[in-house]
């Protein structure tokens, strides 16, 4: 089964940069992915999804609208590793962030245990 492995949270001030990174057991490039993806749940609210890429060669990012122009999605098929550059960050966007694995067969998702990010004011 797919094991999906974050770091890179932690604390910043409003207006920093971190980068999540999310490491799978199994290729990203096998028939078994069709996308990665990062998901954000922040206290008292609905997990979201924050970005998604295709695992394919043309790796097609999509991005929620509150994160377009200051967050970029990207893989590294060789590491079979996912990443996630977030700038210029707000309060908004403190909360706990999970990979995520869209696969083609059973069980279908795979998840990640989370990282915390947190931006203070």
């Known amino acids: 089964q797919v094991q999906l492995v974050e770091s890179g949270g932690g604390l910043v001030q409003a207006g920093g940069s971190l980068t999540l990174s999310c490491a799978s057991s199994e290729s990203i490039v096998s028939f078994s992915f069709n996308a990665m993806g990062w998901y954000r749940q922040a206290p008292g609210k609905q997990r979201e999804r924050v970005a998604r890429i295709t695992t394919d060669s043309g790796g097609l990012a999509i991005y929620a609208d509150s994160v377009k122009g200051r967050f970029t999605i990207s893989k590294d098929n060789a590491k079979n590793t996912v990443y996630l550059q977030m700038n210029s960050l707000e309060p908004e966007d403190t909360g706990v962030y999970y990979c995520?694995?869209?696969?083609?067969?059973?069980?279908?998702?795979?998840w990640g245990q989370g990282t915390q990010v947190t931006v203070s004011s």
């Open positions: 995520h694995a869209d696969l083609s067969g059973w069980p279908y998702n795979a």
